[in-house]
């Protein structure tokens, strides 16, 4: 009774990121498209092949992607938004790409479609568009002709699709009236399409990933499901129906009863579900277990694992499934790469390739049928547990001891907004419509080089901090011809904005190639939070006061908020995540104090990731907003009135949590609002948000460079919603990732729109 081993997805980046680099080289027309097909053919055929040889039954395929897996699933049933143009045959590469970013080598450039994040990750999916005339159909072979490559490789292969009720739940109607539901029979019939086509192609078996089904459903959608599966029941393939980042809750009577030939339930979020799940099991229906976290870096307790699936091993038989919990998209690839990680931190951790081991190790254990290899690697699991437990490097007395002497007070400022932004305003003699951007500008092959001689000790750190104070003074230059009127350092001594203040924070680690997609061709290197969190000393400081030396305007200082520090950290699983955030915002706390005793007089702390933390259960809101809002508190609430702090959220949805954003009591929170054409703004507008607002109109995640008439006409909509008095000029995030040539057209457009609003509201 061998239990069967699998994965649901596998990272597509590449253990040293060959997919980016072949991705932005197409981009650039540095590579031909043939050329990039064959760069993505030799990664799956790798990946593959290190699933078998970790011991998997079959191989997953349809978790590659140029771009994004929702993406490829619109292209796949031919939901191409019409400014792309109509597409009678095949959706080709570049509609795709143009659909993500705008422009792609062919093709007339047009709007992207929006990005937002995949449930509560980082990773960033394209919002399906749905228009009225909605028609849906086969309109790409990629998937067909990636079982065939499979298959041609002799790997039993199993499919993976974003199920059909999940793809639409996750899209966005753009035509009024119009409802998603209305179109789930003519969208379930095209999946019945493309089923019969994967089942002629010899396949046995299909996953569904349905993550919609651990949230909160209307019981309209749960309907749905019942009659969408039905509809596909007749399908030439079993169908695995894959919920994960939670537990099925109210949805665990739905799921059971689908007519599907197995599920899959993450344990490593909801271990509590495997009872009842196992109880109501029908006999006739595959369990698959995801009993090897997909989303962190830990290294698994296998001996407790396998006592924990004996249960389901004993009653299920064939019939139990062991994979991860999830994909392994959101860890990096291969831990093997890290050659100067500390080794005792090091045998801490599993990344993909090692969860592949975890996995098959842990169902020979279930099975009792461990080999020699296995118990080795169990006793390896064992000890380096032991020692991380033991580890003295972990606990910091005086973080707790800071902790436990805080009071209510240290979460608020000194005065209500409305006496504030009076004194901020006197402060800091602003006009009507500033214009800001979001701090960083671009990152240049040139400042990347200086960076990496530096670390490989090739340049000395007098040379390099020369060499970017010269960057620094450039930017400032810039931002002063283009007449910006609160300019930003650049942050051209950051790599990302989460590992350069992990690097400076005790309790945090890094890798040299632990890279995780985060959207496309953008991948990061998240640090990993394995101890009490501490900063040793000043980390911004001497940047910004060198910035606002070279300026008389005020220089906006530049921290990233301890809400995202922590969810985009691969954080330690052996204390509540509220207790490392508020160790990271005392730490922060700090840095704003010294801040403000620069000189610095607007401090913004990013706090992109704040929705992104929200729970999938609507009942565990509270308790997240609760510490979440008070870790940003505690970080900002030590200045002055006369000290403005700022804030930036982007791709989030803000409606069911305008309340919790209104309580961080920032002075100024910027926003993604560019794709959306300002919809975003409803939600301040419904509220009464009393706050100063910076509505993004420069779509920084597209090469396409935005007119004065273009942003013009997106403030006007937002002074309709938000008093002009209260409105920021801005663009939606970041300029790290965008070029010269793009950024000062942009910026000037910017600037000259902001100058004719004033004209018009003066």
């Known amino acids: ?47 593959w092949q290190e699933q078998r040889d970790a011991g998997l039954d079959v191989v997953t395929v349809g978790d590659f992607s140029f ?75 990629r998937l067909f002709d990636e079982v065939q490559e499979a298959h041609d490789a002799g790997h039993p292969v199993k499919v993976v699709l974003t199920g059909p009720l999940t793809w639409l739940w996750l899209a966005k109607v753009k035509s009024e009236g119009l409802e998603r ?99 109501r099991l029908p006999q006739d229906k595959v369990l698959s277990l995801g009993a090897i976290d997909g989303r962190n870096v830990w290294r698994a307790d296998l001996r407790a694992l396998a006592a924990a699936l004996a249960p389901a091993k004993a009653r299920l038989g064939e019939r139990l499934w062991i994979a991860p919990s999830c994909s392994l998209l959101h860890v990096p690839v291969d831990l093997a790469h890290e050659t100067r990680l500390d080794p005792a931190l090091k045998r801490w951790l599993a990344f993909a390739r090692q969860k592949l081991d975890e996995v098959a190790t842990l169902a020979r254990v279930v099975d009792g049928s461990e080999g020699a290899a296995d118990r080795q690697r169990l006793e390896e699991a064992d000890s380096a547990l032991a020692a991380r437990r033991a580890s003295r490097r972990i606990h910091n007395p005086r973080v707790g001891e800071r902790l436990a002497r805080l009071e209510a007070a240290d979460t608020r400022r000194d005065s209500a907004y409305a006496v504030r932004a009076v004194a901020q305003r006197r402060h800091l003699q602003l006009p009507l419509f500033p214009t800001t951007t979001i701090g960083s500008f671009p990152q240049t092959q040139a400042i990347r080089q200086t960076r990496r001689e ?30 910006l009127d609160v300019p930003v350092h650049g942050e051209a001594e950051r790599n990302d904005m989460v590992e350069y203040f992990g690097e400076q924070l005790d309790g945090f680690a890094f890798t040299q190639n632990g890279w995780v997609q985060s959207y496309g061709s953008r991948c990061v290197k998240p640090p990993v939070i394995f101890g009490d969190v ?34 985009w950290s691969f954080v330690r699983d052996d204390q509540p995540r509220e207790v490392s955030c508020r160790q990271i915002a005392l730490a922060l706390r700090d840095e704003v104090a010294d801040l403000e005793r620069a000189g610095i007089s607007i401090i913004q702390i990013d706090e992109p990731a704040f929705r992104e933390g929200l729970p999938l259960r609507q009942a565990e809101w509270q308790h997240y907003l609760d510490w979440a809002v008070a870790c940003f508190q505690l970080s900002a609430a030590v200045v002055r009135d006369e000290t403005q702090i700022h804030t ?87 300029l790290k990732t965008r070029g010269w040539a793009e950024v000062e057209p942009a910026l000037a457009n910017l600037v000259e729109a902001a100058r004719l609003l004033r004209q018009r509201f003066a």
């Open 454 to 483: 530096f670390k490989q000790g090739s340049l000395s750190r007098e040379a390099y901090e020369a060499r970017m104070r010269e960057e620094i003074a450039q930017v400032v230059a810039r931002q002063a011809a283009l007449g």
């Open 67 to 141: 771009y994004d897996q929702v993406l490829d699933v619109s292209v796949l049933v031919g939901a191409v938004p019409p400014r792309f143009g109509q597409v009678a045959g095949d959706v080709d590469l570049d509609t795709g790409f143009r659909m993500a970013r705008g422009r792609a080598p062919s093709g007339e450039p047009a709007a992207a479609c929006e990005m937002t994040k995949y449930f509560d990750t980082n990773y960033h999916y394209l919002v399906p568009e749905l228009h009225t005339g909605q028609r849906f159909r086969i309109a790409s072979q």
């Open 1 to 47: 009774m061998t239990t069967l081993v699998h994965t649901l997805g596998y990272p597509r980046i590449g253990a040293h990121r060959e997919l980016k680099k072949a991705v932005e080289a197409y981009w650039q027309g540095e590579l031909d498209r043939d050329a990039l097909e064959q760069a993505g053919k030799r990664l799956r055929l790798t990946h």
């Open 648 to 734: 930036h959220m982007c791709y989030s949805e803000f409606n069911d949590i305008i309340g919790a954003i209104a309580a961080m009591d920032a002075d100024v929170i910027t926003i993604e609002t560019s794709r959306s054409d300002m919809e975003l703004l409803d939600a301040f507008h419904d509220f009464d948000y009393p706050n100063e607002i910076g509505p993004g109109v420069y779509d920084i995640h597209s090469p396409n460079i935005p007119t004065v008439t273009w942003m013009v006409d997106l403030m006007d909509k937002a002074a309709e919603k938000i008093p002009a008095e209260r409105l920021w000029v801005n663009p939606d995030c970041g």
């Open 181 to 279: 539901l209305a179109l789930l029979d003519a969208l379930v019939a095209t999946y019945g399409e493309i089923l019969a086509r994967l089942g002629a192609l010899g396949v046995a078996w299909v996953q569904l990933d349905e993550p919609a089904l651990v949230q909160d459903l209307p019981s309209a959608w749960q309907r749905a499901f019942q009659a969408a599966y039905r509809q596909l029941q007749s399908a030439p393939v079993k169908l695995l129906v894959a919920t994960y980042f939670g537990a099925l809750g109210d949805n665990l009577e739905l799921a059971l009863a689908l007519p599907v030939a197995g599920l899959h339930i993450d344990l490593a979020r909801a271990p509590q579900q495997l009872d009842p799940v196992l109880e």
């Open 534 to 567: 501490e900063r040793p000393q000043a980390m911004t400081v001497r940047w910004s006061e060198y910035a606002q030396s070279l300026t008389d305007k005020p220089m906006k200082g530049m921290l990233t908020g301890p809400v995202t520090i922590l969810q």
